[in-house]
């Protein structure tokens, strides 16, 4: 049961992360035909959003895990024999979310890379 609210928790932080990016490179879609316009490459574009895309993901995780080492010493008061901090399952947890939000960017990111500089700049 764990294990499937796991899995629905992880979907939703992918199709979560995949909506903000996709909007924010629909919104900045004429910055970034102004960028390729003046000569950045498919590279340097692709990178630019996933270092956005890894600032919301770090705050994601600094915040979910405060959450969670709060809530696991809650529940350590009422759960005996059992151990609710476990390092090694929190650092993998968040390098799992960590590498499906690198996942969930790569399409939006590429669509950033696309854009057509003079679509861009005629599409307002």
Known sequence: MAS????IALLLTLTGIYGV???VVAQRRKEL???LALGASAGTIVGLVLRHALGLTAIGLAVGG??????????ASSLFMFDTFDSVA?????????GAC???TYVPSRRAAAVQPLEALRSD
């Not at 929190?90 to 960590?98: D, E, K, Q």
């Open 4 to 7: 499937a609210l796991g899995l």
């Open 21 to 23: 990016l996709s909007y």
């Open 33 to 35: 035909g102004i960028r």
């Open 66 to 75: 405060t959450l969670a080492v709060a809530v696991s010493s809650i529940f």
């Open 90 to 98: 929190y650092a993998g947890a968040g390098a799992m979310v960590l």
């Open 102 to 104: 690198l996942v969930a």
